[in-house]
């Protein structure tokens, strides 16, 4: 099935700092989503990404749909210690008639020291 | 207010005994999605409804089965658990056209013992 590759894998950062973290793909999206997931919940939709090219913020965090649209990034700026969790891109494809597969990456696990 | 409600939050099941998942939404979104989740692992499609029509993942076991009887409501049924099922089931919904924001409910964690 399709692949997402996203890294890094993991990230110990300084509070304050900024981090950046991208996902990419082997095939089109349609779109491209960034969620965050805290333990034992279900993921939570930080950024929805629908055009190539697209920058979208929310908040301090910054994303961008690749001009392939085979790609995206996350970036969160000025970290602070409620960022820690896991961060998964994800990406959503039209396979053709009613067949609309949202596929994610493995995750980002971003630790922030105070 | 919650808009996809994952029921039970806790499931506990014994080995080789059926048992149901359930997930419903307020959102009226035509495509609802089954994930398994394993521990430190990215969330792994097991199948998804566009309205009634069913799309299965080719490497989803045919222990896992799911039911759609209306746009709200969408059911997990595992037939025979075994000890590789225990993981937390995540549903999630989006639209088809337009913005495809895909929501997740709480998740169900499933143990089987």
């Known amino acids: 099935g399709q692949q997402l590759n996203q890294s890094p894998q993991s990230m110990f950062i300084q509070e304050g700092e900024d981090v950046s973290m991208n996902c990419t793909s082997s095939?089109?999206?349609?779109?491209w989503l960034w969620y965050k997931q805290d333990p034992g919940e279900g993921p939570v939709l930080l950024i929805a990404?629908?055009?190539?090219?697209e920058l979208t913020s929310n908040g301090r965090l910054t994303a961008q749909f690749g001009i392939t649209r085979k790609d995206s990034f996350l970036n969160i700026s000025a970290s602070i210690p409620s960022d820690v969790g896991i961060y998964f891109c994800a990406g959503r494809e039209n396979s053709g008639g009613s067949n609309y597969k949202l596929t994610f990456g493995k995750g980002t696990l971003l630790t922030v020291n105070p | 207010d919650a808009m996809v409600i994952q029921n039970p939050r806790y499931q506990v099941t014994q080995f080789g005994k059926p048992v149901t998942l359930s997930c419903s939404q307020t959102l009226n979104h035509n495509v609802m999605y089954w994930y398994q989740q394993k521990s430190s692992q990215a969330p792994k499609l097991l199948f998804h409804y566009y309205d009634k029509d069913f799309n299965n993942e080719a490497d989803t076991p045919d222990n896992f089965q799911s039911r759609r009887p209306n746009t709200s409501f969408c059911f997990l049924d595992i037939r025979s658990p075994g000890l590789g099922d225990a993981a937390m089931y995540l549903c999630?919904?989006?639209?088809?056209?337009?913005?495809?924001?895909?929501?997740f409910g709480q998740g169900t964690r499933l143990t089987v013992v």
């Open positions: 999630a919904t989006s639209r088809v056209l337009g913005g495809a924001e895909a929501f």
């Open positions: 990404l629908y055009k190539a090219g």
């Open positions: 095939s089109i999206f349609n779109t």
